[in-house]
């Protein structure tokens, strides 16, 4: 059980790293002066992060997840005989599925935004 109460920490620095890795493919040709380009680069990075679902979304996703992983894992730890250990087990297996979404749904956001942010600055974004 100690070692399942491990993933929940690693997940939040995975989750806190998520959004930093997204570069859009942006066509050369439609990049004029390098100058404006990485300007805009930067500006737009800077705009997703403020838009894009955060921290908070992550944690409360996680939280969600751990209370309906709770339920469910003391219902089928009940039929299974321990009803602490599923609900313990559940708990955990809940709440790291939650944050796992909560990550996704925020790393999704941000791309989006950057993207739009990009194709509204005239370049012609590739992914």
């Not at 800077?46 to 838009?51: E, H, S, T």
């Not at 469910?72 to 609900?87: E, F, H, R, S, W």
């Amino acid at each position: 059980m100690k070692k399942l109460l491990i993933l929940i920490p690693m997940f939040f620095v995975i989750a806190s790293l998520g959004c930093q890795t997204y570069t859009p493919v942006i066509d050369p040709g439609s990049v004029g002066n390098g100058d404006r380009y990485y300007r805009d680069q930067a500006e737009c990075r800077a705009i997703a992060k403020q838009g894009a679902p955060g921290w908070k979304d992550t944690a409360k996703d996680t939280v969600v997840g751990g209370a309906v992983g709770t339920g469910t894992g003391a219902l089928i730890g009940a039929i299974a005989g321990d009803a602490v250990k599923g609900l313990a087990y559940g708990a955990v297996i809940g709440g790291v599925a939650g944050g796992a979404k909560g990550v996704y749904d925020s790393e999704k956001g941000y791309e989006q935004i950057y993207r739009n942010c990009m194709v509204g600055r005239g370049y012609n974004v590739l992914n």
